[in-house]
């Protein structure tokens, strides 16, 4: 992407990846926090990214970049084009852009909670494993190998039984 900023005639390009391998989901986000600022500092010409909508994770952060960028007269380009929120057409054009981006997330969630759903039906479903155990494989779990482990379990289970041991002399629990 830097090529592309210097093929549309700017020639002090940053990048900003610090977000890459981040999800959306509750994240903090320094460089599009970055990104904002610099925008808001008026320090940035243009916005140069592979799918403009992928930008910003979720509506709110893509609205809020659009209004910023109209504020200050920054560009945003992509692989189709170069457009200026300022323009209600680019702004239109955008819009639909980011919620298009926003039903394809909504569609890859439902389709992964489904697939989840139906791993949990054929008993295929480890999210986690209780301690003592290790995952084996995709779909298998065993004992920990780690001897202090084990014995530290074991340990668990024996004081657990020593507490509740019925007391022959008056059948009660102690």
């Known amino acids: 992407m830097p090529e592309r900023a210097r093929q549309l005639g700017w020639s002090d390009v940053a990048v900003i990846d610090d977000d890459l391998g981040r999800s959306g989901g509750g994240v903090a986000r320094p460089g599009f926090e970055k990104l904002l600022a ?3 500092e008026v320090r940035v010409g243009v916005v140069v990214s592979i799918e403009a909508s992928r930008l910003a994770r979720n509506g709110r952060d893509w609205h809020t970049l659009l209004e910023f960028c109209g504020l200050v007269g920054t560009l945003i380009a992509d692989e189709d084009g170069v ?6 057409n680019d702004r239109l054009l955008l819009g639909m852009k980011g919620t298009m981006s926003e039903m394809e997330l909504s569609v890859l969630r439902q389709r992964s909670l489904e697939a989840l759903k139906q791993k949990a039906r054929r008993g295929e479903l480890f999210m986690t494993v209780a301690v003592g155990y290790v995952r084996v494989g995709h779909n ?15 340990l668990v ?18």
């Open 38 to 40: 610099a925008i808001c």
């Open 83 to 88: 457009y200026d929120p300022r323009q209600p």
């Open 140 to 154: 298998r779990i065993e004992k920990d190998p780690d001897r202090r482990v084990g014995e530290a379990i074991a």
């Open 157 to 174: 289970f024996a004081k657990f039984t020593e507490m509740h041991e019925v007391d022959p002399g008056n059948r009660t629990k102690r």
